[in-house]
């Protein structure tokens, strides 16, 4: 059975910092990409920084310099290091594993709130 499984998220004051941990289970991690979406209340789901499974990196602009994606095969674990983060980050962050482009498993999510 394949689970991909968020955790890390959490209420967290602005400029903080929180690490989301995406553990998958049940299938073979290092041949999957790993993407990193989230869906605020009332908004589409955004895509937010994608791996590929050599290491290479996208984020969309709102999350430069500021996120980062990361990745350890050994541990079947992606990462989304979120730094300086700011009230427009507050969202549900869900994870996906993709081949090509099509999202072939997803996440439940975890909810990640940004407020004084």
């Known amino acids: 059975q394949v689970q991909l499984v968020e955790s890390g998220g959490g209420l967290v004051q602005p400029g903080g910092s929180l690490r989301l941990s995406c553990a998958a289970s049940?299938?073979?991690?290092?041949?999957?990409?790993m993407r990193w979406y989230r869906q605020a209340p009332g908004k589409q789901r955004e895509l937010v920084a994608s791996?590929?499974?050599?290491?290479?990196?996208n984020y969309v602009d709102s999350v430069e310099d500021r996120f980062t994606i990361s990745r350890d095969n050994a541990k079947n674990t992606a990462y989304l290091q979120m730094n300086s983060l700011k009230p427009e980050d507050t969202a549900v962050y869900y994870c996906s594993a993709f081949k090509g482009v099509v999202n072939v498993y997803w996440g439940q999510g975890t909810q990640v709130t940004v407020s004084s």
């Open positions: 049940g299938i073979i991690f290092r041949i999957y990409g």
């Open positions: 791996i590929t499974s050599d290491g290479t990196t």
